[in-house]
């Protein structure tokens, strides 16, 4: 969508702003954009966030000082710029998180799969009401993605269905799309309530642990790596609760400590 010009006059004019804050949702999800390489693109993921009422906003890697390039793609969104926190790593930027999505373009063919298990955008506000703890949702350089060691760190992946010819979207336009599920979903939605968070704790105490239990299995290290994904993936994909993770923990735990008794 884009501003129109016309010697016509009109009543309503696009652009036009509510002064109301952003949905009560959206303070429980946060983009994190991972050494991004433009500061253009990053005004311009700034005003996708701001259409949709997301405002937190983390960036991975140098600072890199927005000068008015990128505060002109921000247009209207200067406060998300403004209050845009800093991390050197991505693990530092997901310490706060309950739940991390990394974001590829990449889809892997052959056995390279075990280690792609993609969801779809319109699916993450279907399995994530936001009683569920803060959501962060990753996405790497643009024209590179996200390393594999990254996509690793994160709980679940994500991926936006394009035309192989061309597969690989612009940052900000796959950051929009992202945004717009969460909104378009929820914005209306009543489910918004519950005592599902998952401490994010006991999901790091999980993920220790699981890793902890593959390395005692006696198998080749690319098989561990794969069977580690997969443990991860399927029991966050459940989405449990802190005591039913906590019983999960027990169980991994008391596993880890027979194969390395």
Known sequence: YADHSSDQPI?????????GPPPNWSSN???????????????????CMMNFGITDLRIVGDFQEITEVGKKRAKHAQSILESKSHYKTLDESLLDLSI?????????????TAHRHFLL???????????????????GPEGKGLLNEELRLCDLLVTIPTWEGYPIMNLSHAVSIICYEWYIQLESSSHLTGDRKLDPNLKA????????LVSNIPLQEHKKKSIEDTMNRIVLRGLPK???????????????????S
């Open 29 to 47: 999800i946060c983009i994190i954009l991972v050494r991004p390489q433009n500061e253009g693109n990053i005004g311009a993921v700034a005003r």
């Open 11 to 19: 009543s309503q004019p696009m652009g036009n702003r509510g002064m």
């Open 100 to 112: 991390s999505v990394g974001t590829s373009g990449k889809r892997e063919l052959g056995e390279k």
């Open 242 to 260: 802190d005591e039913e993770i906590s019983r999960i923990l027990a169980v991994i735990t008391a596993s880890a400590d027979s194969f390395s």
């Open 205 to 212: 105490r999980f993920r220790q642990e699981v890793a902890r």
């Open 121 to 139: 955008p319109n699916e993450l506000p279907k399995r994530f009401s936001l009683d569920h703890g803060r959501i962060g949702v990753v996405f």
